[in-house]
């Protein structure tokens, strides 16, 4: 089972039912004890960076998810999900993230509209488990106004091309991260998916 | 690169998409979850759902489309009509949608943006505006365009953007449903004026339509129903005709497109 952890953002159903399209079983839960029986962890994230680590803190999952991570849980960040892997954010202020992967996690300027809005294609970092069946020309479906900026460009599988190099999907060992929406981006989208429920079977 | 998008709109009625002109004699024309499947899967990049139901009964048939919608379809989703507050927000998001549009009831308490932006982020508050050229500038138009708010529509989409809109419809009641192309000059000083998403709406008739309000209105995206919901025009013939012509589109969208 994988646990989509719940505390209390946006948008659960639609990676719930895309997980269920792919005969992957999951429940959205934010007890302790179904996440630490549960094969692997999606961090879904909406809103912002700061009200997403409060309440993460608020109900102990921060230390939930760090916990299981060093016990080698696979553990997939979506969205914003993402961008609480890493140490630091600067969105309206500076947010202490879960500090999983190393790097921080910025503003775009203002020289392209803010957010990165719509779908934008997938270049290839580095080869992966991940990247499975996934060609350079798709395209995923981004929103966000913030992104990521690695320290280890190495954990890099997919960048994107909006004015700067965004990273889309990220990987280092059991730590995954998609800064798009894999549940709406498509038949692409469901391949990724699809590749990280192969690679926890 | 970041593709320009296509997205077609149903309006939703009782359970049933239906097409006015004008904003007048609506026509019944299908299943809004199964016409949403199959623009999905021809490579419509977004949708739009407007509801344009009037009782509360009704609206739960609605919320019962969306959350349908959210299940059989793997694009991102736009919910408008009758959201009045942050608990109307909060119903079509745990639904399934991933943006909601205001028109009406941000002109009657523009705080219900930055209020719906802070709670939910900018990317899923959406300013739509109706706007009608009255002399020489647009005013802003509620109540599905029947009264004239005076509000200059240049000057709305400003403050709309500053209090935390993540995008703008602007939807032109001067070429809604009359098919004679969208309103090039209306999109292109507001695009010239923001720096979030715009998204044409009103005035589709051709793929030519399409392509000039990309190059002249500078618009990140352009929405249109009838001549999806016709089949006036096809999705893929019109991104690959817009392609071919310097606009950047995302072609291998279908479901079998990979």
Known sequence: MISIIDYGAGNLKSVSKALERLDLDSAVTSSFEDINNSKAMILPGVGSFGDCMKSLRSKGLDRCIIENVNKGKYLLGICLG?????????????????????????????????????????????????????????????????????????????????????PAVVRRNNIMGMQFHPEKSGPTGLKLLKNFGEMIR | ???????????VDKGRVVKGTKFKNIQDVSDPVELAKIYSEAGADELVFYDITASNEERDIFINIVEKTAYEVYIPFTIGGGIRTIDDFNKVLRAGADKVSVNSAAVRN???????????????????????????NWHVFINGGRIDTGLDAVQWAIQGEKSGAGELVLNSI?????????????????????????????????????????????????????????????????????????????????????
């Open chain 1, 82 to 166: 993402l961008q609480l892997l890493y140490e630091n954010s600067y969105e309206d202020g500076i947010w202490k993230g879960l500090g999983l992967l190393k790097g921080e996690i910025i503003r775009f300027d203002s020289t392209n509209k803010v957010p990165h809005m719509g779908w934008n294609n997938l270049i290839k970092g580095k080869d992966d488990f991940l990247s499975q069946n996934i060609n350079e020309e798709e395209y995923v479906y981004f929103v966000h106004s913030y992104y990521a900026k690695p320290e280890n460009a190495k954990d890099v599988v997919f960048w994107t091309e909006y004015g700067v190099k965004v």
């Open chain 2, 1 to 11: 690169m970041l593709t320009n998008r296509i997205i077609p709109c149903l309006d």
């Open chain 2, 110 to 136: 523009p705080d219900i943006i930055k209020e719906a932006a802070l709670k939910f982020g900018s990317q899923c508050v959406v300013l739509s505006i109706d706007a009608k050229k009255v002399g020489d």
């Open chain 2, 174 to 258: 001067d070429a809604d449903g009359i098919k004679q192309g969208y309103d090039i000059e209306l999109n292109r000083i507001i695009s010239e004026k923001v720096n979030i998403p715009i998204i044409a709406s009103g005035g589709a008739g051709k793929k030519e339509d399409f392509l000039k309000v990309f190059k002249e209105g500078k618009v990140d995206a352009a929405l249109a129903a009838s001549v999806f919901h016709f089949g006036e025009i096809d999705i893929i013939d019109l991104k690959e005709y817009l392609n071919n012509n310097g606009i950047h589109m995302r072609i291998n969208g279908g479901l079998n497109g990979g």
